[in-house]
């Protein structure tokens, strides 16, 4: 995957420490919004700004004022094409109705994205988000569950599946052990866990969130309203 090749941890450390307009200079990029008027992505440097720029983003989409979906593509393709800066990482499930950079209203760069479906923190998806941690520099994870997961509800009621769909059911079962047939709990709780488990599972991570580097969050997607929720 493309990336800073020549920055290490490091490095991205520096960067968090550059002043703010430098570090806009860096990672934000441009973009035209309806009216014309260049917009510049802040850049986020602490976990709290991460979270306030992607909760920013969803309320733009959830009031139906995107301003990072009718961009100039090929301009942004030419921004990034040797390197990303995403300001975070979001593991989401794969269902097609959590589109991630739509939900939170991000373009192309922004955001360092797993998807499998429940939202599990799979070792595969621990070794991704170490990379957008640790490599990339993002200081926020956000763990995204939604309403009416079909990995969790299958784990819930536990039936028979094909091939190897089972395989999801291990990581979910705590949240069903602590939710019960109640599959909206379950989801709930299911990315509470998830985000648990990266915290405690990663040293990576652990060390990161040690020195204030990074926060992971636990959060839900509605599907009717459209809402991410943060979970306490
Ligand atoms: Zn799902």
Redesign the pocket.
């Known amino acids: 995957m493309p990336s800073r090749k020549s920055e290490g941890p490091s490095s991205c450390s520096r960067r968090r420490f550059l002043s703010a307009a430098a570090a806009t200079a860096v990672a934000g990029y441009a973009f035209k919004l309806p009216g014309g008027t260049p917009a510049r992505a802040e850049a986020p440097l602490t976990p709290e700004s991460a979270l306030r720029q992607l909760l920013d983003g969803n309320a733009r989409y959830v009031s139906q004022r995107p301003r990072s979906q009718s961009p100039d593509f090929a301009a942004m393709r030419a921004k990034t094409e040797t390197k990303q800066e995403p300001f975070a990482c979001v593991l989401a ?3 097609s109705r ?1 589109p991630v950079e739509i939900i939170f209203d991000q373009a192309i760069g922004q955001l360092f994205v797993a998807r499998v ?3 599990i923190a799979a070792p595969e998806v621990i070794a991704s988000l170490e990379y957008g941690a640790a490599e990339l520099g993002t200081p926020l994870i956000m763990v995204l ?2 309403s ?5 509800k299958a784990a819930v009621a536990g039936e028979q599946v094909p091939g190897q769909i089972s395989a999801l059911f291990a990581p979910i079962q705590p949240a069903v052990d602590e939710a019960g047939h109640d599959v909206e709990a379950a989801v709930k709780a299911n990315a509470r866990i998830q985000a648990a488990t990266l915290r405690k599972s990663s040293p990576v991570l652990a060390a990161l969130t040690r020195e204030g580097k990074l926060k992971v969050v636990a959060a839900t997607y509605q599907l009717d309203s459209g809402k991410v929720d943060i979970l306490a």
Do not use: R
């Open positions: 499930c794969s269902d959590v479906a429940g939202n569950g939604h009416h997961c079909g990995a969790v």
